[in-house]
Every structure is written in C-alpha cells, then in structure tokens.
C-alpha cells in the first residue's frame, strides 16, 4: 500500500490538473460566445437584406411593365392609324403609300412582339422571388438555432428542453425547387401524363 | 373569342400582370384577379368564373387546397382549373391531377403554351 501522503499528493496533481483542465474548457466556450452573438445578430440583418432584394426587383419590374404596357398601347394606335393611310392610299390608288404602310405595319408588329417578350421574360422576378424566400427561411432556421445555442450557453435553459426545430422560417411561401431552367419534368411529360390520365 | 370569364390567381403582383397581358393578347379579356385561394373563393361568390388559372404556392390557401376545395363543391366540381407553377417535380404534378386539376404548366411559361393549354381545357 502506497503512502498516504504521497497518495494524497498525487490526488491534488489530478484534481488541480482537472481545475485547468475546466477553466480552459471554460475560458474557450467563453471564447465562441461573442462569435455566436455577432453570427445571431447577422442574420437579421442578411434576412432583411434578401427581403429589400426582392422588393426592389417587384418594384423595377413593375416599372418595366408600366412602359412595356404603354409602349404595346402606342404600337397599336401607329397600327390603326397606318391601317386607315393604308385604306385612304387604296382609295386614291397610291400604291407607294400602299407598300411604306405595309412595311410599318411589319416594324410596329416586330417592335410589339419584342417588349412582349421582355414582358413575358420579368416571370423571373418570381422565382428569384422564391429562391430569396428560401434562403431567408434558412438563415432564419439558423438564427433561431444559434439563440437556443446561446441560452443554453447562458444557462437558462437545459440543452435537452429545447425544441431544434421550431419552424422558423415557415411563414415564408416558396417552391424550395423553383428554377428559371432546371425543370425535373418537362412540358411534354406533362401533357402526357394529362392526355392519359397515369398517376 | 366567345365571353369568358378567367380568375387569374397569383400571390405575385408581377405574375398576375403578365398573365392578365399574356390573356389580353390571346383574346381573353375579361380577367378577374386573386391573389390566393382564400380570395379567389370570395371572387367566386361575386363573379361567374368559366376558367381559373391558379398558381400553387401563396399564403392564407395554396392553390392545391383551392382545387380540392372547389372539386367538394357541387357548384364548382366542373369549373376548369389550369395550375400555372414552378413545382415540376413528377410526384407534386401527380397530386395536382389527383386534386382534380385539368391541365398544368411550370414557370417560366411561353405564351403560345398558356392559350394552348386555355384551349385544350376549354374543348375538353
């Protein structure tokens, strides 16, 4: 049997090696708090920021909708007005009045099929609108885990109490798939499946 | 064009115009907006609807539980339902045909889709 004392000295070594053990344990964690405090204050702001991206998109494309909207307006009554020289020029003969009404006729249907297309090409304000939405769910869902991280850190609550996942983010709509390009089914799949009625 | 009444219904403002626009070029145009199931049900009540062309995912009522709502309906079991969404996963347009949808097209859709899919749902 050792001695006591020696045995009592060897149980200080191990207890005093396990008090520094603990306070750099300590001294660690208190390290990462102020990480997590400024990565918990972030995304706020990065939600908000996707937020003001998606509202300032809607509020450009509906500009651009308001002039494509007006441009088509004013393409249609030069049309009109080119179809009445056109039937004037018939009446008094004037076929050089004839072909010039022709061909701006063509160039007002050419301009009016382009400002529809850019129209028709603003749908991507809608799903960028979504995958915004999607990516702020996320940094929410985030922002919510690093409170509950936070006050367990604090103490205040029991790492087994909490709830890891409360649904942050789900008041946000979106198609977490949305996409300009990547369908998973084409059109024609579609159709197929519509024509037969296969489920 | 015959009269036709559509409900275009969309959580997106900017949706919702391009579709009016998309309608008014192929000839439709009597369009009544809604801007989710819930108020594309209110419209329902004030207008007779002959088309609806429905997104899927908005607030308050998607467009999924919009079809299913009206195919329980006795006035409405019949009224064509076009959905117009960015969902293309296979199983997600398998439920919209078993919710009672009549045909469907994904974001971003080309006009000459949009009038051929109205006209295909009309005639069937």
Known sequence: MSDPQEFSGQIEEVIRGLAESINTMAERIKGLQNPLSESQEKVPRATKQLDKIAEQTEAVTHHMLDTIEQLTQREQDIRNGLRQIKTMAADGNCEKVQTMADALIEKTDRSSNDAFSIMNALQFQDITCQQMNHAAAMLEDIETKLLQIISVMHGEVEADAIDWNPGAGKDRVFDPHADMVGRKTPQEDIDSLFEGKEA | ?124
């Open chain 2, 1 to 124: 064009m015959p009269d036709l009444k559509i409900l275009a219904v969309d959580d997106s403002p900017t949706m919702r115009r391009i579709i009016v626009n998309t309608l008014k070029r192929a000839g439709y145009t009597d369009v009544v907006e809604a801007s989710d199931g819930k108020d594309a049900l209110a419209k329902l009540k004030v207008d007779k609807i002959n088309l609806i062309i429905t997104d899927w995912n908005m607030p308050e009522m998607d467009g999924l539980t919009l079809v299913s709502t009206l195919r329980a309906m006795d006035e409405y079991k019949d009224l064509p339902v076009l959905m117009v969404t960015t969902r293309s996963v296979k199983e997600d347009i398998v439920q919209a045909l078993k919710a009672g949808v009549n045909n469907y097209i994904v974001k971003p859709f080309t006009p000459d889709t949009l009038k051929e899919k109205i006209e295909n749902v009309l005639a069937g």
